[in-house]
């Protein structure tokens, strides 16, 4: 059981150039994410998909278009890299707890995308 | 829109103290809020989860707490050791939303 895993871990591009960062999770889960971390700024939520074949916009979608290929992946594409989307990229997916029922989120372990 | 924050921002104490971290929000109508660990260059690891109806969530030596009219959550670290150092960070789900909205965190370092 490998969680969720993300490819590539790390990337330099041009600005102008395109990318997909990709993700993956084998625990069955509906919900998968894709957030940024940015220095002061906390994780921003940039897209998220509540189940296979549908995908809604986060706080900071702008730049990014998604695809939810099946249920265990769950692509990012930057059409064209600008510097201000250097960043370090996580994906997520979220989960029950059965024990408790609660849901509970599980991250890969991110993308830092330095676009020059 | 839901506003996370953590104080301090960076945090250094003697192996073997006992330790609060602090979280506040802004919109008290949560469905949970869940404290992560982040190591340099890793990803998030969920420490503890603790639902709005609850008050307290405890796992070994972390202690963490809610109050949610008051828009406050602690973590609390008994007897700290360097294997503690990281990032933590506070995230809340708020009801019917899809989305966690994390507090920038606080570094802490635990001195050997």
């Known amino acids: 059981n490998a969680g969720v895993t993300q490819t590539p871990k790390f990337q330099v591009l041009k600005t102008g150039q395109s990318m997909t960062l990709q993700c993956a999770q084998d625990?069955?889960?509906?919900?998968m994410y894709w957030y940024r971390q940015d220095p002061g700024m906390g994780l921003r939520l940039i897209y998220y998909?509540?189940?296979?074949?549908?995908?809604d916009k986060g706080e900071v979608p702008n730049g990014y278009n998604v695809s939810r290929l099946n249920k265990r992946e769950f692509s990012l594409r930057l059409e064209s890299a600008a510097p201000s989307q250097t960043s370090v990229y996580f994906c997520a997916s979220i989960g029950r707890d059965r024990g408790r029922g609660l849901n509970e989120q599980y991250f890969g372990p991110g993308t830092r995308l330095t676009v020059t | 829109k839901q506003e996370v924050t953590q104080i301090p921002a960076a945090l250094s104490v003697p192996e073997g103290e006992n330790l609060v971290l602090n979280c506040s929000f802004t919109?008290?109508?949560?469905?949970?809020l869940q404290w992560f660990r982040q190591d340099p260059g890793k990803g998030l690891t969920s420490l503890l989860l603790i639902q709005s109806s609850q008050r307290e969530q405890t796992s070994g030596r972390l202690n963490a707490s809610l109050d949610k009219s008051s828009g406050r959550s602690t973590l609390y670290i008994a007897a700290s050791q360097p294997g503690d150092s990281a990032t933590y960070l506070c995230a809340v789900e708020g009801t019917g939303a899809n989305n966690l909205f994390f507090g920038t965190g606080t570094r802490l370092t635990v001195i050997p």
């Open positions: 998909s509540a189940s296979e074949g549908t995908t």
């Open positions: 625990m069955n889960h509906n919900s």
């Open positions: 919109d008290s109508a949560i469905y949970n």
